[in-house]
Structures are given as structure tokens and as C-alpha cells.
């Protein structure tokens, strides 16, 4: 007998579970062994069957989809297939070496795309794949039972302002430059000044989610939606909000490095 691809589905919307478990129905290599409506049953689900591939949502309670994959250890980690409405999270879905990034709607045909590079890639696993999961873990910080280099990056940011104090969410920036002793933090439409050299608040940022691309920028992860090639040596990231950050050749190179692919 031909042994079964072990698939983990998680989806906080019973609507989107039904609709991975539909599509898969079909498919003799497969066995669906869970189903996950949270990052923590996720992350528990995944120890407890041991899946080949899992199909994960991003914005989940309980832990988001990423939350769910830093408390599984490298030697548990399935293949992964992030399925989100979201398009924001792409970049960050490819840093982990997703198999494959679905965005809702999808139409079957995708679907059974992404099914496809999952199976070849699972062919193609051997221990050593294990090894580079452990390091890029490590390298990202989220390595599941590793010690913590520093303490957990905090959620928002406390900025002093003329009229109290402003409490601004991490997920809410989008790229932070620098202006001598100060830093204007964007945050969509909003500019915030903060008096503190960028290299010092870069120390106080999470690593797996702000990036400095440049001596003078950094930019969040989640908020890069292309990385652009401007001029003969000159490369931007282009942000979901229209804006534009040059990067510097080490700033490219450590972009490259986080994402695990050439830029």
C-alpha cells in the first residue's frame, strides 16, 4: 500500500476548512488526520499526528498562523501551504519556506497546483531539509525551545508626544527612517517622531519582521509587497503603501539572507 500524505488543515472559518477538506477529498494520497481552528491548536495538532503538509489560515485566534510554526520543533515541521485572504503576509509565508502561498479566493485549478510542488517537494525531503529548517529557525529567531537571545520584541511601540503618550502598534508600521538622533516611524497616513537613533531602536525591534535595508531605513516585513530593480545596481522594496525604500547593497543582502532566496 502506498503510504498517505498526512495533511493537518487549519482555518478559523469552518467555511474554509470545508472547502481545503472538499478539494482534497478526491485525492487518494492524501489523509487528513486534523483540523485546527486557532494558532495554539494548530501548533498542538501538528505534535500530536505528525502531518506531512499543512494547510494553514494566517490571521487566526489564539496565535496566528506564524505564532503556530515558532512553537513546533524542526524535526516536527510539516511542509507548509498557507491559505489567507491576505496578501500582505507573502514575504514572510516564502522566509519559512512555505511550498506554496494560496490567496482566497482560489480557483480548483490553483489549488491542485499547490497540491502538486507539495507532493514533489515532500519527495524531495530528506534530513537535510531538517537542518535547514533548524537553522533558518534559528537564524529567524523562532526556533521553538531555543534561548532567547534577548527578550520577546514587544507588541507596540510607546512614543512621547507633546500631549501624552501614543501606543502604536508594531503591525501598524510600515517603514521606520532615520533623521539624525530621531526617527520619523510611517504608519500609513500617520508620521510619528521618536528621539532615538535608528541603530539603537533597531536593537529593540523583532529581527524576523523588521528588516534595515539601508543605514537610514527599515521596513516591515509584512508591508513589502515587491522588491524592484530601479537602475543599473539600484534596488528598491516597494510598499503596500505605495511608498518606496531604496536598499543598500548590505541592506539587500541581509533582506536576501531573511527570505532565504536572491534578491
Known sequence: MTACIRVVIAD????????????????????IVGQCRSGQETAEAV???????LF???QMPGGDGFEALAAIPAEAMPLVVFVTAFDEYALRAFAVEAADYLLKPFTTARFRSAVLRAKERLRQRTAAEVERVAALQSRLGIGAGAAPSRPAAPARMTI???HGTLLLAMDDIDWIEARGD????????????LREPIGRLEERLDSSRFVRVHRSA???????????????????????????????RS???RLASVLGQAL
Not at 219 to 228: C, G, P, T
Open 56 to 58: 494553514l489560515d494566517v
Open 47 to 53: 505534535l500530536r499526528h505528525r502531518p506531512d503538509l
Open 160 to 162: 512621547r508626544t507633546a
Open 218 to 248: 527599515i521596513v516591515n516585513l509584512a508591508r513589502v509587497r515587491e522588491i524592484r530593480h530601479s537602475g543599473p545596481g539600484e534596488t528598491v522594496a516597494v510598499l503596500t503603501s505605495g511608498g518606496q525604500c531604496k536598499l543598500s
Open 182 to 193: 530621531y526617527v520619523r516611524i510611517h504608519a500609513g497616513d500617520r508620521v510619528e517622531l
Open 251 to 253: 541592506g539587500r543582502d
Open 12 to 31: 478559523d472559518e469552518p467555511a474554509g476548512r470545508r472547502a481545503v477538506q472538499l478539494l482534497l477529498a478526491d485525492d487518494p494520497d492524501i489523509q
